[in-house]
């Protein structure tokens, strides 16, 4: 596996809720590391086998398998990884944790390049209509990795084969190959970063975790009628809960306004007036 500064560049970014978790429902277990979640998928009461969705960020490995350690057990094994998307905050773990687990890692095959080490993404937007992150977005690394021996491709059918009863769904826009995650039984949403519950690009909102439904990260969201149509697509699933891959989990009727308000009105509430991606979807 190739080494790279997209999981190896330990950022001096950070929120409150870095190294705390919290249930979002029983057998989902919700991490942040510095400013970005993780999921545990497992019931420690049952068994001591789990499946990991996302890595987190770069440099932050260890204190993920710790909190798998407080969480399962020290002979935890975990089974496999999902990405949402190749993201650097969420791989940023996934080279390091699969030196400990040789595991397979499942992911739509429109981010294997960017997975396989043959494409970088494009460089983050910095100037994107946003707050200081987004200004700050240069230091965020967008390099390709190499994990091709663990990638495994999302099954057509939707089906997550270390996650029974779990399907994935196409979410593109943030990424081309960004899918989210759903349960039926309790109408669970992983969302990735579809949309997020904080205002990502607002340093100050980040730092908090204010709690509150936006559109995908500005500063490396690359298409916008994408990232709309798929909010559309998590809106009529009528999510009971949703977590996401920034922020807080949340829940019931502000989830579901929330989310209602944010298809809506995508346009008004998600997307930039100005920034690079947005100026060239208009020409």
């Known amino acids: ?10 950022l ?25 979640n993780v999921f545990f998928i497992g019931n420690p009461a049952v068994s001591n086998e789990w499946v990991l969705v996302d890595t987190g960020m770069p440099g932050m490995a260890y204190r993920v398998l710790e909190e798998a350690e407080n969480h399962f057990g020290p002979d935890h094994k975990l089974k496999a990884i999902v990405l949402t998307h190749g993201h650097f ?24 390049s960017y997975l396989k080490g043959a494409t970088d993404y494009p460089e983050p937007d910095t100037t994107v209509e946003g707050g200081i992150v987004a200004k700050m977005s240069w230091e965020f690394p967008n390099k390709a990795i190499d994990i091709s021996a663990h990638l495994r491709e999302l099954p057509a059918d939707g089906t997550i084969p270390p996650l029974p009863g779990w399907r994935w769904i196409h979410t593109p826009g943030h990424t081309e190959g960004h899918v989210s995650l759903f349960r039926e039984d309790g109408r669970v949403l992983l969302a990735g970063d579809a949309f997020v519950t904080v205002k990502q690009d607002s340093l100050y909102k980040v730092i908090v975790q204010k709690k509150e439904i936006h559109g995908p990260p500005v500063y490396l969201t690359t298409d916008w009628r994408a990232a709309w149509e798929s909010v559309v697509k998590l809106a009529d699933l009528r999510p009971s809960v949703a977590a996401t891959g920034h922020g807080k989990p949340m829940r019931g009727a502000q989830l579901a306004k929330g989310l209602v308000d944010l298809a809506e009105n995508f346009q008004e509430r998600a997307v930039p007036k100005y920034g690079k991606f947005v100026e060239h979807q208009a020409n």
């Not at 970014?13 to 057998?27: L, N, R």
Request: hydrophobic content about 35%; aromatic content about 10%.
């Open 1 to 10: 596996m190739e080494r790279s500064t997209s999981t190896e560049k330990v």
């Open 12 to 36: 001096p970014v950070t929120s409150f809720k870095s190294g705390s978790g919290i249930e979002v429902v029983p057998g989902v277990y919700c991490y942040t590391v510095q400013v970005a």
């Open 89 to 112: 905050d969420h791989v940023g773990g996934v080279i390091d944790i699969l030196e400990k687990f040789k595991v397979p890692v499942y992911a739509h095959p429109l981010e294997f």
